[in-house]
């Protein structure tokens, strides 16, 4: 199985997200993950499934 891993600016441009939005979600909970003095990456199947249960759904955009 293979995973896709995001920085912050690949996973906007995958989820077709602004970056205000972005520091929104992740503020909410979004799941990422850091590497001791390193930036965040993100998972994109874990990002989609939380998305999903926090009450998102996309249709052209994602949206609640």
């Known amino acids: 199985?293979?995973?896709k891993i995001l920085n912050s600016?690949?996973?906007c441009q995958?989820?077709?997200?602004?970056?205000?939005?972005f520091y929104k979600l992740k503020k909410s909970g979004?799941?990422?993950h850091k590497f001791p003095r390193s930036?965040?990456?993100?998972?994109l199947e874990e990002v989609e499934n939380?998305?999903?249960q926090a009450g998102y759904?996309?249709?052209t955009t994602w949206t609640k």
Do not use: C, D, N, V
Not at 39 to 43: K, L, Q, S, V
């Open 1 to 3: 199985m293979t995973q």
């Open 39 to 43: 930036r965040a990456y993100f998972i």
């Open 50 to 52: 939380w998305l999903g």
């Open 9 to 11: 600016k690949e996973l």
């Open 14 to 21: 995958t989820l077709g997200i602004s970056t205000t939005l």
């Open 30 to 32: 979004m799941p990422y």
């Open 57 to 59: 759904h996309q249709e």
